[in-house]
Protein backbone atom coordinates (compact mmCIF):
# COMPACT_ATOMS: atom_id res chain seq x y z
CA UNK A 1 0.00 0.00 0.00
CA UNK A 2 1.03 3.45 -1.19
CA UNK A 3 -0.74 6.56 -0.04
CA UNK A 4 0.62 10.13 1.83
CA UNK A 5 -1.33 13.26 2.71
CA UNK A 6 -0.64 14.86 -0.26
CA UNK A 7 -1.67 11.82 -2.82
CA UNK A 8 -4.39 8.94 -2.95
CA UNK A 9 -3.82 5.61 -1.61
CA UNK A 10 -3.42 2.91 -3.96
CA UNK A 11 -1.97 -0.72 -3.95
CA UNK A 12 1.15 -1.50 -5.83
CA UNK A 13 2.88 -4.00 -7.17
CA UNK A 14 7.11 -4.34 -7.02
CA UNK A 15 10.14 -5.80 -8.41
CA UNK A 16 13.27 -5.79 -6.17
CA UNK A 17 16.28 -7.10 -7.19
CA UNK A 18 19.77 -7.77 -5.22
CA UNK A 19 22.94 -9.28 -6.95
CA UNK A 20 26.64 -8.62 -6.83
CA UNK A 21 29.73 -8.76 -8.48
CA UNK A 22 32.39 -10.11 -5.69
CA UNK A 23 33.20 -6.83 -4.41
CA UNK A 24 31.91 -6.52 -0.42
CA UNK A 25 28.45 -4.87 -1.36
CA UNK A 26 25.02 -5.84 -3.10
CA UNK A 27 23.82 -3.87 -6.26
CA UNK A 28 19.99 -3.05 -5.53
CA UNK A 29 17.31 -1.84 -7.71
CA UNK A 30 13.04 -1.00 -7.27
CA UNK A 31 10.65 -0.55 -9.30
CA UNK A 32 6.89 -0.28 -8.68
CA UNK A 33 3.64 0.32 -10.90
CA UNK A 34 -0.14 0.75 -9.71
CA UNK A 35 -2.28 -2.13 -9.72
CA UNK A 36 -6.13 -1.47 -10.11
CA UNK A 37 -8.57 -3.17 -8.07
CA UNK A 38 -8.55 -6.72 -9.64
CA UNK A 39 -5.26 -6.71 -9.75
CA UNK A 40 -4.21 -5.86 -13.21
CA UNK A 41 -0.71 -3.54 -13.79
CA UNK A 42 -1.16 -0.11 -14.34
CA UNK A 43 1.05 3.03 -14.69
CA UNK A 44 4.53 3.05 -13.40
CA UNK A 45 5.14 4.41 -10.39
CA UNK A 46 8.79 4.84 -8.59
CA UNK A 47 12.27 3.24 -9.07
CA UNK A 48 15.30 3.27 -7.36
CA UNK A 49 18.71 1.70 -7.74
CA UNK A 50 22.14 1.49 -5.77
CA UNK A 51 24.38 0.22 -3.66
CA UNK A 52 23.69 -1.65 -0.03
CA UNK A 53 27.64 -1.69 1.82
CA UNK A 54 27.17 -3.93 5.10
CA UNK A 55 29.72 -2.84 7.70
CA UNK A 56 31.71 -5.66 9.63
CA UNK A 57 30.09 -4.16 13.11
CA UNK A 58 26.66 -5.11 11.60
CA UNK A 59 25.94 -1.34 10.18
CA UNK A 60 25.22 -0.96 7.20
CA UNK A 61 25.13 2.13 4.37
CA UNK A 62 22.80 2.13 1.55
CA UNK A 63 23.11 5.11 -1.36
CA UNK A 64 19.89 5.51 -3.48
CA UNK A 65 19.06 7.22 -6.77
CA UNK A 66 15.87 8.10 -7.60
CA UNK A 67 14.97 9.28 -11.71
CA UNK A 68 12.93 12.03 -10.26
CA UNK A 69 16.43 13.83 -9.35
CA UNK A 70 16.88 12.50 -5.97
CA UNK A 71 19.97 10.80 -4.17
CA UNK A 72 19.51 9.38 -0.93
CA UNK A 73 22.42 8.06 1.65
CA UNK A 74 20.91 5.54 4.31
CA UNK A 75 22.56 4.47 7.54
CA UNK A 76 21.36 1.84 9.55
CA UNK A 77 22.01 -1.67 11.38
CA UNK A 78 21.21 -5.51 10.42
CA UNK A 79 19.66 -7.09 13.55
CA UNK A 80 18.81 -10.89 12.82
CA UNK A 81 16.66 -10.77 10.11
CA UNK A 82 15.52 -6.93 11.06
CA UNK A 83 17.19 -4.02 8.95
CA UNK A 84 16.56 -0.48 9.98
CA UNK A 85 18.03 2.61 8.69
CA UNK A 86 17.57 6.29 8.09
CA UNK A 87 18.58 9.34 5.78
CA UNK A 88 22.07 10.83 6.49
CA UNK A 89 21.89 12.93 3.87
CA UNK A 90 18.92 13.91 1.25
CA UNK A 91 20.52 15.46 -1.98
CA UNK A 92 18.00 16.47 -5.12
CA UNK A 93 18.21 18.81 -8.14
CA UNK A 94 16.33 22.07 -9.13
CA UNK A 95 13.45 20.22 -10.19
CA UNK A 96 13.04 17.53 -8.32
CA UNK A 97 10.08 16.78 -5.30
CA UNK A 98 10.63 18.18 -2.01
CA UNK A 99 11.99 15.22 -0.08
CA UNK A 100 13.98 16.06 3.42
CA UNK A 101 14.10 12.68 5.04
CA UNK A 102 13.21 9.05 4.83
CA UNK A 103 13.47 5.88 7.40
CA UNK A 104 12.89 2.29 5.84
CA UNK A 105 12.70 -1.08 7.89
CA UNK A 106 13.47 -4.66 6.29
CA UNK A 107 12.78 -7.77 7.87
CA UNK A 108 11.69 -11.31 7.20
CA UNK A 109 7.68 -12.56 7.45
CA UNK A 110 8.56 -16.32 7.07
CA UNK A 111 10.13 -16.92 3.42
CA UNK A 112 9.06 -13.30 2.85
CA UNK A 113 10.50 -9.88 2.66
CA UNK A 114 8.70 -7.18 4.35
CA UNK A 115 9.20 -3.39 4.15
CA UNK A 116 8.08 -0.09 5.31
CA UNK A 117 9.10 3.65 4.51
CA UNK A 118 7.99 6.80 5.95
CA UNK A 119 9.16 9.60 4.18
CA UNK A 120 8.85 13.45 5.14
CA UNK A 121 8.75 15.63 2.10
CA UNK A 122 6.66 18.40 0.49
CA UNK A 123 6.11 20.32 3.69
CA UNK A 124 5.07 17.13 5.51
CA UNK A 125 6.61 15.77 8.93
CA UNK A 126 8.16 11.80 8.58
CA UNK A 127 4.90 9.49 7.87
CA UNK A 128 4.10 6.52 6.81
CA UNK A 129 4.50 6.56 2.78
CA UNK A 130 4.58 2.86 1.80
CA UNK A 131 5.25 -0.67 2.52
CA UNK A 132 4.58 -4.59 1.43
CA UNK A 133 5.34 -7.91 1.89
CA UNK A 134 7.12 -9.33 -1.27
CA UNK A 135 7.58 -13.13 -2.65
CA UNK A 136 10.82 -14.68 -3.91
CA UNK A 137 10.25 -15.78 -7.26
CA UNK A 138 14.07 -16.52 -8.37
Known sequence: MVGYPTIQSANF???VSFSHNGKP???YSSRTWLLDEDGTIGRPLAM???FWRPQPDGGL???LAHPTGIIEIYLGQVTGTKIEMATDAVVRTATAKEVTAGRRLYG???ADLGWAYDM?????PLQS???AQLKRTG
Open 48 to 50: ETG
Open 25 to 27: FLI
Open 13 to 15: GQE
Open 108 to 110: LIG
Open 129 to 131: HAS
Open 61 to 63: EVL
Open 120 to 124: AAVGQ
